[in-house]
């Protein structure tokens, strides 16, 4: 009898070690859809900020920099507003990804350089969503400019600033 149960605890060990209460899919980065809806024209009519400028700071020029966000049907619509990119920036790439509560929004000048800067409102949607808590974080290529956490529920709406 006693070999019996050897026998059968042997046989439960093996048998478990390869199972997991994991699902594998929910730890892998997903590529979240983004759609981008819109790009505005420089909102300083022709009062760009010139290189060699003396200038206090962009937020004095521009306004504060911030992030509009609603979330509706699974739709989370950001809207970063002033952005300041380059003014001879005609198109401003952005993309997604998320991973698990987290959302990655990057924002990228597909431009080369320029000699003057303007402020921008940038529109996109990130779907689909299921709701929940979320980290969403803003990036401008490699550099953080904002991490706010929000709870995705059906017609939730708020701003975020963005710090200099």
């Known amino acids: 009898m006693k070999k019996f149960y ?9 048998t478990g070690v390869g199972c997991s209460d994991k699902d594998e899919k929910s730890e892998q980065t997903a590529e ?9 024209e420089c909102k300083t009519n022709g009062t760009d900020t010139r ?3 003396e200038t206090n700071s962009l937020t004095s020029l521009y ?14 619509q950001l809207t970063h507003i002033n952005a300041v990119y380059g003014c001879d920036a005609e198109d401003v790439g952005v993309s997604a990804k998320v ?11 597909l431009q080369s350089l320029a000699n003057c800067v303007c402020p921008i409102d940038l529109g996109y949607k990130v779907a689909p969503l299921n709701v ?14 904002v991490r706010f956490a929000v709870e995705l529920k059906e017609g939730v709406k708020g701003n975020v600033l963005i710090g200099e």
């Open 6 to 14: 050897l026998i059968l605890m042997a046989t439960l060990v093996m």
């Open 32 to 40: 979240a859809r983004l759609t981008k809806l819109s790009q505005s």
């Open 51 to 53: 290189a060699g400028e």
């Open 63 to 76: 306004g504060e920099q911030s992030i509009d966000y609603t979330f509706s049907g699974g739709v989370l």
């Open 99 to 109: 991973q698990g509560n987290v959302i990655v929004v990057t924002e990228e000048n």
């Open 132 to 145: 929940g808590k979320y980290t969403v974080v803003v990036m401008r290529g490699t550099l953080e400019l």
